[in-house]
């Protein structure tokens, strides 16, 4: 057949991205209604960075704030950082990242160093350094002790953000544990992940 | 006669798995057959039909051996978008077989040849032609989302038909249809039969099969047991081996000849029994 | 239904004109002008029948920002002229004066998109990306995410039910709150994700990539205001840096 091996892996990688939006969109959802103090709302990102890859995650994350901009624009400037998160737990896995809890929990403080280095200068120069968030009353305090606005946001947006990403790290290391080699055997990435070939 | 289907030594297995799912399957169909395929559950059949629509090897992965045929040209000089005109292909589970990107049902089952690049006009009008015929023009304007599991059924099939392939692969489209739901789709099957197509279907009633089908497939433990015409098949004394359901009326012949009651033939229809029957008496008083 | 001519314009006409409300505000100096745009917004929201709707969004998306915003650049934008003084919390002018820009603009292009997605039906925007070069399969991955939202939140909703009746707390403590939201979210998961095979098969049993050019029941007209409009647009928004930055 004429149709190469990567436009199948397309197809079921861009399969994977409308799943992994409305994740994000409930994961969010659900962590509001059981009243949780994280977001978990970039649960379906990671997920794809790391079965599929950083170009199929990018997407997602941006789509996902194209989404939620819909309803609240607030999230329009902000896709940068879904995307920045998407990309970098796809390369994340690539180099092995997701394979053993430590090194996923070492995977969710990279990935909370990209999140704040993104999203700090979006907050700082479209928003001034707050967008009415937890993280903003941090940040007012740490201004009114005298802090720099930077430093401010840096440190307030590294506090909320580092509970939430080495959470949902971890959990899309044992969703991922979850899957069936079936499945995984379609992805990119996936090969990484199938029970088969780690009892070589 | 053309052989449209033709499958020689094929073999097949899945990436993640160590056995064979089929085993050095060979069959031929010739244009405008109905053909079933019966076996019990994981005897192979949907890989079979997959095999035939071409998602094996191209969408499944795995190992195929041999050669699969459709319409004088190898599948794999095929392009996957190409097969899709020529193989229509529904498969068992409803309630994922929706585009997902429409809101009604009408442009649901137009989805198909919106992709052939069909001009609009025309869209319409087949559209609404099989809408008809599939008895579902009461939903043309209902969310996919919210059909009950038979009435998706009729949709799903409706969706395919109206892409006017060859060639037409079925895998149990009753499973959430009642009896009169049923038969309507084996009415369906028998009309497209009349348009020339030919037809690979997949079922477990084996009523309907009996009184629909030219052709059966036995499938067992990924091979192919046996093949012919319908009648032949059931009437083979081999085929009781597989532990697969025997039409009702034949059930009960079958049980009629063991306890000592002489057939003069092996009936697959309601209607043949009293034949049966008939015909041995009168050979008796002669 | 009445018809509506703002509403019946090409989705990419009331696109061009978010893109010209930012670049205006962008643009523009001082937050009068950019204040004096909520307003206009109002009146073409009223004009297409979507007002309530436009102004519900905006009060619940982005007046709380704003206050948040406006009060933090009062206290902290560094400054010489103070105002008031309580502690070490000081009121500053140039604060005051930073706190109505930022706002105001935020406020504006906020809005104006607010506005946007009000207006036009999201089909309707990606079959206008489509039309201009957008890939059926980008288009497709858009349609079908704004479908598989509200099955899952509705799934998501049975599963938390179910794990109800199954004794799974989801009151009490945050750890025991934690722990329902695994049992939740993983079934959800998973089942969505085994699913993507057969919706893959769908779509290749749709023709999805036959290799013919897509044709489409859905069809987008332009008229002859989408045709002048865009055009009106970019001459105003020349004129503005030509009057900003040249003279």
């Known amino acids: ?200 | ?286 | 239904m009445k018809q509506n001519i703002l509403l019946q314009l090409h989705p990419m006409t009331k696109f061009y004109f978010t893109l010209f409300i930012f670049a205006v505000v962008l643009i523009s100096p001082g937050y009068i002008f950019s204040f004096a745009i909520f307003p206009i917004l109002i009146l073409i929201a009223m004009l297409a029948g979507v007002a309530k709707e436009f102004l519900n969004i905006v009060i619940k998306a982005l007046v709380t920002v704003l206050i948040f915003i406006f009060i933090m650049q009062m206290f902290f934008y560094p400054g010489e002229n103070v105002l008031w003084e309580w502690g070490i919390f000081e009121i500053k002018q140039e604060g005051i004066k930073y706190g109505l820009l930022l706002t105001s603009r935020i406020l504006a292009i906020g809005s104006a998109f607010i506005l946007f997605f009000r207006m036009t039906e999201v089909r309707d925007f990606v079959k206008s990306l489509e039309d201009i070069g957008l890939p059926p399969m980008g288009a497709y991955v858009v349609l079908s995410t704004l479908q598989i939202i509200p099955e899952m939140r509705r799934q998501a909703n049975t599963i938390m039910e179910a794990q109800k009746t199954r004794g799974v707390e989801t009151e009490g403590s945050i750890f025991v709150r934690a722990k329902a939201f695994i049992p939740t979210l993983t079934p959800l998961i998973l089942s969505s994700i085994a699913g993507t095979e057969e919706r893959a098969i769908t779509l290749e049993s749709r023709a999805f990539s036959a290799p013919v050019k897509k044709t489409s029941l859905h069809q987008l007209s332009k008229s002859n205001m989408d045709r002048a409009l865009p055009i009106v647009f970019a001459l105003v928004v020349i004129g503005l840096i030509v009057w900003r930055f040249f003279l």
């Open chain 1, 1 to 200: 057949m004429k149709r190469s091996f990567k436009d199948d892996f397309n197809m079921m990688a861009m399969l994977l991205i409308p799943i992994a939006v409305a994740v994000n969109l409930v994961g969010f959802q659900l962590a509001n209604v059981l009243r949780l103090p994280i977001f978990l709302d970039t649960i379906g990102t990671i997920i794809v960075g790391v079965i599929a890859g950083p170009w199929v995650a990018l997407l997602t994350g941006l789509i996902t704030n194209l989404i939620n901009g819909i309803f609240n624009p607030v999230y329009f400037p902000y896709a940068l950082t879904s995307i920045a998160i998407g990309v970098g737990a796809g390369y994340l896995s690539k180099y092995g990242f997701f394979k053993s809890v430590p090194k996923t929990i070492i995977s969710g403080i990279i990935i909370t160093f990209i999140a704040v280095i993104v999203s700090a200068p979006i907050t700082v120069f479209v928003f001034g350094g707050v967008t009415g968030n937890t993280s903003s009353l941090i940040t007012a305090a740490f201004l009114a002790s005298g802090q720099e606005l930077w430093s401010a946001v840096f440190s307030s947006s590294f506090i909320t953000e580092v509970a939430d990403k080495v959470v949902s790290v971890l959990i899309v290391y044992f969703i991922v544990k979850a899957m069936s080699d079936r499945y995984l055997s379609k992805m990119n990435y996936g090969d990484l992940y199938m029970k088969r070939n780690n009892r070589k």
């Open chain 2, 1 to 286: 006669m053309t052989a449209m289907i033709d499958l020689k030594n094929v073999s097949y297995r899945y990436p993640v798995s160590d056995d064979s799912v089929l085993k050095n399957i060979s069959f031929s169909i010739e244009k405008g057959k109905f053909t079933a395929i019966i076996g019990n559950n994981g005897s192979g059949k949907t890989t079979l039909c997959n095999t035939i629509r071409g998602f094996v090897p191209h969408f499944y992965k795995g190992d195929l051996d041999g050669e699969v045929i459709i319409d004088q040209t190898k599948i794999t000089d095929y392009q996957l978008g190409q097969l899709g005109e020529k193989v229509g292909y529904v498969f068992q589970n409803p309630f994922i077989q929706v585009s997902g990107v429409k809101d009604n049902v009408f442009e649901e089952v137009a989805y198909g040849l919106e992709n052939l690049g069909i001009p609009v006009e025309e869209i319409k009008i087949r559209v609404e032609e099989v809408l008809k015929l599939v008895k579902i023009e009461y939903l043309r304007d209902k969310n996919p989302f919210e059909l009950s599991g038979g009435q998706r059924q009729r949709v799903a099939l409706a969706s395919i038909i109206v892409m006017d392939p060859e060639i037409l692969v079925i895998d149990e489209p009753t499973s959430q249809l009642d009896p009169i739901g049923t038969q309507q789709i084996f009415e369906i099957i028998r009309l497209m039969k009349e348009r020339g197509k030919t037809i690979v279907l997949v079922e477990h009633k084996m009523d309907l099969i009996a009184e629909y089908a030219d052709d059966l497939l036995v499938m067992h433990k990924g091979e192919l047991v046996m093949q012919g015409p319908v009648r032949e098949v059931f009437a083979d004394p081999e085929f009781e081996k597989y532990q697969i359901q025997y039409p009702h009326v034949t059930e009960i012949a079958l049980q009629l000849q063991q306890s000592g009651i002489p057939l003069s033939f092996l009936p697959i229809r309601d209607e043949e029994l009293a034949d049966a029957l008939n015909r041995t008496e009168v050979a008796a008083h002669d």
